[in-house]
């Protein structure tokens, strides 16, 4: 399984666009790259999933290099309700294996 | 999508004792998975449950420790046995979606908080 590496920890202030960058250097080619978040006493929550370029949703974008090496996750105009652990993960098949992640602190 | 509920959400349970969770999802699934979430901690993977066949446990989890039921596509429960402290945790259930070629998805429970004193 590829393994993932990302910050442990970003702070921000509200209404700033925060990027999350992960690196997977060794993704295969079958491999998706997928994020969740997850809020203090809840199960992580799905937010995007991406295999090359550009995916965007109503909640962030995802970009991806040509290489498929690293990824980043962006946050527009972060809020405070977005404080959270974001989980970058490569998804070639179930289980997902989770890695440390991202503990995002917005700022008022 | 799936939604998921676990019962209990939260228990505190004497050591030596034992706690079985429920997982109940809204639709058919395949394969329903458990890990637990130590404080402060990322997920880790206990197991797979397929319907119909044994559970797959990761290593450090053994079936005596946690024995899993899988009684149908829908329903899951997870054995937390011979309870002592280091179990306390928070023990999330958890189904997937996608197919292969198109990425995968998990949804996941709300989660079950113990505490074994």
């Known amino acids: 399984l590829a393994k993932t590496t990302q910050p442990i920890s970003m702070d921000s202030y509200e209404g700033q666009e925060v990027n999350i960058t992960c690196s997977h250097n060794?993704?295969?080619?079958?491999?998706?790259i997928t994020w969740y978040q997850q809020f203090p006493s809840q199960g992580p929550r799905f937010i995007i999933q991406?295999?090359?370029t550009k995916v965007t949703n109503e909640v962030a974008s995802l970009f991806i290099p040509a290489d498929r090496k690293s990824s980043t996750l962006s946050l527009p105009r972060v809020s405070l309700s977005d404080t959270a652990v974001y989980y970058c993960?490569?998804?070639?098949?179930?289980?997902?294996?989770f890695g440390k992640g991202t503990r995002l602190s917005v700022i008022a | 999508s799936a939604v998921i509920s676990q019962k209990p959400s939260r228990d505190i349970c004497q050591r030596g004792t034992s706690l079985t969770i429920q997982c109940q999802v809204d639709?058919?699934?395949?394969?329903m998975f458990w890990y637990r979430q130590q404080p402060g901690q990322s997920l880790t993977l206990i197991a797979t449950?397929?319907?119909?066949?044994?559970?797959?446990?990761e290593s450090g989890f053994v079936i005596d420790k946690f024995p899993i039921s899988r009684p149908n596509l829908t329903f899951s429960t997870l054995t937390v046995s011979n309870m002592s402290p280091e179990d306390s945790s928070i023990y999330l259930c958890?189904?997937?979606?996608?197919?292969?070629?198109?990425?995968?998805?998990?949804?996941f429970g709300p989660g079950t908080r113990l505490t074994v004193t």
């Open positions: 060794n993704i295969a080619t079958n491999d998706y």
């Open positions: 639709s058919q699934v395949t394969m």
């Open positions: 449950a397929n319907q119909g066949s044994e559970a797959t446990y």
């Open positions: 958890s189904v997937e979606s996608g197919a292969p070629g198109w990425g995968y998805e998990q949804y």
């Open positions: 993960l490569v998804t070639g098949n179930t289980p997902l294996v």
């Open positions: 991406g295999y090359k």
